[in-house]
Each structure stands twice: as structure tokens, then as C-alpha cells.
């Protein structure tokens, strides 16, 4: 069965500074692969989706992602953390062929110092 | 607004009570899921429906339901409520069944006393 792991719970960065939040997947095959954010009282809405095409993927809000098959990796990162990115962001997986379950990572929620 | 709609927003019940929460998913779409928050368990799928029919089933327990109507509008039924149900659901849509973007709505928050 697919999964993700997301490498630390709460990440802080100054802000103007580098964003890097980790995601880790698990699949026998390279999976799709998407980075969901979370505001507060809101529902999710999705940053970036990875589907096999080009590896480095971008997305809204300037959030972009690579995927790594040989390190089974598909961190986000943002070059510029910003007040307004302080929110919970997910990592999610979902088979290619005849798994197609959306599998979510536990989350990690990211505070902007200013 | 990612166009799904979910009512109520909030909702207070008491243990061995049963509550119906709403979802209407985005113009066009076929595909509904059920999702469950909570602090303890975090993000968990519950249950698909796509069309009317239901498509895949995630962690839902028995006391839970759920159905698609025809006009695609979608009711998660939940009975013999117990603390531990309390929590943040949320209903999502996507154009086609395979789980590809799906559009989330703002959430029913339901606190079980």
C-alpha cells in the first residue's frame, strides 16, 4: 500500500527565508503525488500535483516541488517564506494502476517568524 | 472557494445521538469523498461515492454511512455518536472517480458531549 511520511510536525522560518517541508513516499511504483495546504478553520486546498510528467513541479502561491525517485522524495519548498504561508501543509499519494486511493501524510504545520 | 458547499458549518450533539452532514461538490463533478480530521488520527479517508454508487471505502466505521443522490449531492450519516467522534469532516469532489485533484469544502465541525 502507498504512503507518506512528512519529516517533522512543525517547521518554523523567518520570514523572507527558505521554505523546505519533507515529504517521503512509499510505493513499489513511482505514485502521483500532491502537496495539499490547510489555512485555519479552512478546508484544503491543493498547492501542486505531481502525475509522471516533468519531475520539478510549480505551483500556486510560488511553491514548487521535486520528485525524487531515488531518494523517494517529493519535498516543497518555496524560496521566500511570506506571513501569509503560515498554515498546515500535507502530503498526499495515490496509486497509478489499481490503487487509487488518496493517502494523506500527518501534516506539518508551518509558522512564519517576522 | 474550491465550489463544494457543506452544512452545517458546526455542529454540537450529544453521545448515542445521530447527525446527517451535508455535501453539494463543485459544478460538473462526479466523484465525492468523505474525510475525517481529528487531532489524534489526523487526516483519514472514509469513503468515495462516484455517480451514485459507492466507489471505495477507507476507515469508516459501521456506525457511519453515507449515500450520493442523483442530483449528486452527498449525506454522511453518523449514529450511536461517541466522544471520540468528535472532529473536523470534510467532503471533496473531483471530476472523474480516480481520485486525481480533488476540490475540498470548508468542513462540518461536530463536537460530541
Known amino acids: 500500500a502507498q504512503s507518506v511520511t512528512q519529516l517533522g510536525s512543525h517547521v518554523s522560518v523567518s520570514e523572507g527565508a527558505l521554505v523546505l517541508l519533507r515529504c517521503n513516499y512509499s510505493?513499489?511504483?513511482?505514485?502521483?503525488l500532491f502537496w495539499y495546504v490547510q489555512y485555519p478553520n479552512q478546508g484544503l486546498q491543493l498547492l501542486l500535483k505531481y502525475t509522471s510528467a516533468a519531475t520539478l513541479v510549480k505551483g500556486i502561491n510560488g511553491f514548487e516541488a521535486e520528485f525524487k525517485k531515488s531518494e523517494t522524495s517529493f519535498h516543497l519548498t518555496k524560496p521566500s517564506a511570506h506571513m501569509s504561508d503560515a498554515a498546515e501543509y500535507f502530503c498526499a499519494v495515490r496509486g497509478v494502476f489499481g490503487n487509487e486511493k488518496l493517502t494523506f501524510g500527518t501534516g506539518t504545520r508551518l509558522t512564519i517568524i517576522p | 472557494d474550491s465550489g463544494v458547499t457543506q452544512t452545517p458549518k458546526h455542529l454540537i450533539t450529544a453521545t448515542g445521538q445521530r447527525v446527517t452532514l451535508r455535501c453539494s461538490p463543485r459544478s460538473g463533478d462526479l466523484s465525492v469523498y468523505w474525510y475525517q480530521q481529528s487531532l489524534d488520527q489526523g487526516l483519514q479517508f472514509l469513503i468515495q461515492?462516484?455517480?451514485?454508487?459507492?466507489?471505495a471505502k477507507g476507515n469508516i466505521l459501521e456506525r457511519f454511512s453515507a449515500q450520493q443522490f442523483p442530483d449528486l449531492h452527498s449525506e454522511l450519516n453518523l449514529s450511536s455518536l461517541e466522544l471520540g467522534d468528535s472532529a473536523l469532516y470534510f467532503c471533496a469532489s473531483s471530476a472523474t472517480s480516480r481520485q486525481e485533484t480533488q476540490y475540498f469544502g470548508p468542513g462540518t465541525r461536530l463536537l460530541v458531549l
Open positions: 510505493s513499489s511504483v513511482p505514485p502521483y
Open positions: 461515492y462516484y455517480n451514485g454508487e459507492e466507489r
